[in-house]
């Protein structure tokens, strides 16, 4: 189904079928104002104190020996309350800010259950980028080490025929992006009904990108009586009511404890045009405090064109956007994520979930289409307690 966008700025040249990937959502805008927010000083913040430590949980002596292997030393906010909860089989809505742990979140009781009954394809988790869905594969690997369970990832842009031959092999978890997963339902290689938990990541994100109906027809192949675990840092009414529909008298634990992670300091930088902020940009990368910075742009095409311009003023920076093949996506983060560069040029496919140490600075060269996708832009740093800088560039339309 495509959406319509009446209002929305003019775009040239985009096949519909790919619109709805990019479509605006708001064409009003955000005030400047919602862009400026003082982090907390490192001295007045209160770390939450938990009820739990991860030995109180009813988990695998493996999992509490990776933990410890991991240096997770204690379970943050949205572990201490849901752990115990997904162990006991509800379902989930958790909302918690970015970068606080909703990963291990919903995996270490995925782990526990599956430790306990090794169910082939008994767990499916739906991501909404394939780089997010990587990331949540390379976690369950991190934390289930040692237990000899599996996991495949199935997502497009990678060979379907290798996904086919894992998924005939039997793995116990199945992570992927929804569309490459509905396309193995409809070739009858992938099979739900076994599958006793269902993981929605993001799933606010997923809905906004179209992948309502997918979803929905994934969901109808897995068995009712299942555990459904929906986790994101927001939720509209909704996406919540739909999330609502495909679980079984959800319980919504929210500790989200401002819109924004408390621990990023936010700020606007005026400028007057295009090259004005291209000549900005380039003037603050030059700076050393500007160490590892994911600078957001709006489209595909520009996001290219700004990497190559800065890489051609001797500042080296990557793209990541949805022209790139799956290889280009993943190569493009990995020298970033290993500082072989030290710029991300990234469209909102980087947007979410992402999580990728000591990130700087987050710089919004172009301004998000909705606050949400700000509230997970600037997300990408200041993560697990860290601070982190977020700067959006603000031109005189904007200035209302
Ligand atoms: P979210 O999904 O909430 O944005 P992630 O699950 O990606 O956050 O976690 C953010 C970072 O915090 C990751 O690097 C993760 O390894 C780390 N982390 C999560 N929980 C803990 C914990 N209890 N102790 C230490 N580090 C943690
Ligand atoms: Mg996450």
Redesign the pocket.
Known sequence: MQRQFRNGPKRRNYPMAKRRFNAPRNVKGIHPSKFINKAIEPEADIPYVPVHSFQDFDLSKQIISNLDY???????E??DKCIPLSLEGKDIIGL??????????FLLPIINKLSRSRDMVSVLILAPTRELAQ?IDQ?FRNFSAGQKLYSTLVVGGANIGRQIQQIKRGPHVIIGTPGRIKDLIGRRVLRLSNVNTFVL?EADRMCDMGFERDIRSIASEIPRDRQTLC?S?TMTDSVKKIVEEFSNNPITISVVKSATNDHIEQDVVHVNDKEHKVETLLEMLSQPEFEKVIVFGETKFGVQRLADRLTKSGIPAEAIHGNKSQSQRERALRNFKNNLVNILVATDVAAR?L?I?NVSHVINFDPPKVYDDYVHRI?RTG??GKTGKALTFVQPRDRN
Request: glycine share 14%; no cysteine.
């Open positions: 991991l240096k997770y030393e204690k379970p943050s949205i572990q918690a800010n970015t970068g606080t742990g909703k990963t291990a979140a990331q976690e990541d986790y840092a979930g999580d140490p997300g993560r697990a």
